[in-house]
Nanobody
Framework: QAHLVESGGGLVQAGGSLRLSCAAS????????MAWFRQAPGKEREFVAA????????HYADSVKGRFTISRDNAKNTVALQMNSLKPEDTALYYC?????????????????WGQGTQVTVSS
């Protein structure tokens, strides 16, 4: 059974930084697209960032471009999201997701595996 477990969330002041990590187990995700999504209270889940199997291709939501960086370590079966210059509107539950395909995607429905989420709260 494949599992994704997120960590690294917390409370941070606006302008601060956090680094989220996602540890995968139960199968090798080295050939999967990995992504981060987030969901704020009362809002739909939205795409944040995605990375292809090699790490050579990434895609970001416009709202986080230039502030967030997604990376992966296939040897450790992990993916990370470095978040800088955080804003109160970044407050959400952040989810790690995996899809067994080559092309990056922004639709949540295209991802087969999900973690339970880690809470990020940015105070103003």
């Amino acid at each position: 059974q494949a599992h994704l477990v997120e960590s690294g969330g917390g409370l941070v002041q606006a302008g601060g930084s956090l680094r989220l990590s996602c540890a995968a187990s139960g199968r090798t995700f080295s050939s999967y697209v990995m992504a981060w999504f987030r969901q704020a209270p009362g809002k739909e889940r939205e795409f944040v960032a995605a990375i292809n199997w090699s790490g050579g291709s990434t895609h970001y939501a416009d709202s986080v471009k230039g502030r967030f960086t997604i990376s992966r370590d296939n040897a450790k079966n992990t993916v990370a999201l470095q978040m800088n210059s955080l804003k109160p509107e970044d407050t959400a539950l952040y989810y790690c997701a995996a899809a067994p395909r080559l092309r990056l995607g922004v639709a949540a429905g295209g991802y087969d595996y999900w973690g339970q989420g880690t809470q990020v709260t940015v105070s103003s």
